[in-house]
């Protein structure tokens, strides 16, 4: 089974602009999430769709949003981009309701200049 | 919010050695702890994991050690390689929830 796919894995944007990332889950996998991760701030989570519905959302600003499509698949949408904004952006997906089924991606590399 | 709190942020273990990463959270409804272990320029990946209804959980080298009443989890490495040269991260799902809480991470340096 092929595992989660991230793309880009590495993009360059400057302040203001925005930046659409994508990501394919496991096969039959239904649930997505995207996870922020910092060296500073570590793994946070950012919203999480199943069956394309938000089910859960982090504490980001409105300028991160995301969106699932009929196939699972997600992308997630970040607008007015600031220097802050640079990290790893990790997808992960689960079969179910469990968190503990949760396989990662790869991650898009964002450096925001 | 809920936390976990990790410590120590890194740890430089001699090959052979045993690796050792303390987790405590305040949530008694965490029902669940996986420990995940990310190598640079890939996702963190499911290392082992265990529910509070046992106390110890070992897969291979690895060994997970549970405190419910401290409140606290535990990963040995034993026999530590330069191969186990990698960020760890304790996490924990928000009950009845999807997103994992995770830890702040330890970076282990395991020299020869």
């Known amino acids: 089974k092929a595992g989660v796919t991230q793309t880009p894995r590495y993009l360059i944007k400057t302040r203001g602009q925005q930046v659409t990332l994508s990501c394919s889950p496991i096969?039959?996998?239904?649930?997505v999430s995207w996870y922020q991760q910092t060296p500073g701030q570590g793994l946070q989570f950012l919203f999480e769709?199943?069956?394309?519905?938000?089910?859960n959302k982090g504490n980001f600003p409105g300028r991160f949003s995301g969106r699932q499509f009929s196939n699972s698949r997600s992308e997630m949408n970040v607008s007015t981009l600031e220097l802050g904004d640079s990290a790893l952006y990790l997808c992960?997906?689960?079969?179910?309701?469990?968190?503990?089924?949760?396989?990662f991606g790869p991650g898009t590399r964002l450096l925001v200049l | 919010q809920q936390q976990v709190k990790q410590s120590p942020q890194s740890l430089i273990v001699q090959k052979g050695g045993i690796s050792i990463i303390n987790c405590a959270y305040e949530?008694?409804?965490?029902?669940?702890f996986p420990w995940y272990q990310q190598f640079p320029g890939k996702g963190p990946a499911l290392l082992i994991a265990?529910?509070?209804?046992?106390s110890e959980k070992k897969e291979g080298r690895f060994t997970i050690s549970f405190n419910k009443s401290a409140k606290q989890f535990s990963l040995h490495i034993m026999d530590s390689q330069p191969g186990d040269s990698a960020t760890y991260f304790c996490?924990?799902?928000?009950?009845?929830?999807?997103?994992?809480?995770f830890g702040k991470g330890t970076r282990l340096s395991v020299i020869a």
């Open positions: 996490a924990a799902p928000t009950p009845g929830n999807t997103p994992l809480v």
């Open positions: 096969s039959g996998h239904r649930s």
């Open positions: 769709y199943f069956s394309e519905t938000q089910r």
């Open positions: 949530n008694t409804a965490f029902d669940y």
């Open positions: 992960a997906s689960s079969s179910g309701l469990a968190a503990e089924t949760q396989y």
């Open positions: 265990i529910r509070p209804d046992v």
